[in-house]
């Protein structure tokens, strides 16, 4: 099966960028450069890649999408970009937790541990037990005391650097530095069903800021 994955959740991290892979092989990948504006640069660099393999869109049989959590803006493009194509190609539509992928490049017995989307005093966790596939786990928003606290045994982390430091005494972890990859999004979304592409949302971990001051600020006034 021919398919676009599309990896832009966390641009800051790097690795942003979209492949096209056909059963399980990857053809050709396209990085989107740390910086760019992705509703400039997604669409472009998914038709430059589909002209250098000689694809046309309409042959791709499957989109999967990286769903975050992650930047909210950036998450927002990547979805509505996967939906679209989708939409025209009638190609199935794959939705793929960012810890999914990244749980792919680790080969780990016991428990690991995805940490994204830290603000403030917690984070998004995904944790995967003991021989658990990338499409298992569960996930939570987790306070650092929380997360420090699971990570026992020779657990794994997988998380950012600025993140590892808000947990202060390492223990018996394992840090692992969190890569992403458009591959690693095409591998999981084989083992996942396909939704409908209107179904297709960011996981945001959180509640965006704005719409937060903006309940309050409704709420406030409807209180009056």
Known sequence: MLTLAIETSNPTAGGAGIALVRDGSVLELEALRHGQRHDDALMPAIDSLCRRVAISPDRLERVAVSIGPGGYTALRIACATAKMIC???AAQCVAV????ALRTHVDAPGDVFVA????REDCWVHHFGPGEAPTGGNARLMTFGELGASLQGGAVLIAEA???ERLGSPGERQVIAPRFDAGAVARVAELLAPIPPEQLVPLYGREPE??????QLHGSRSSR
């Open 87 to 89: 939409e025209v190609t």
């Open 97 to 100: 937790p960012t810890a999914a």
């Open 116 to 119: 994204l989307a830290y603000k």
């Open 162 to 164: 600025a993140l590892v």
């Open 210 to 215: 704005a719409i937060t001051k903006w309940r």
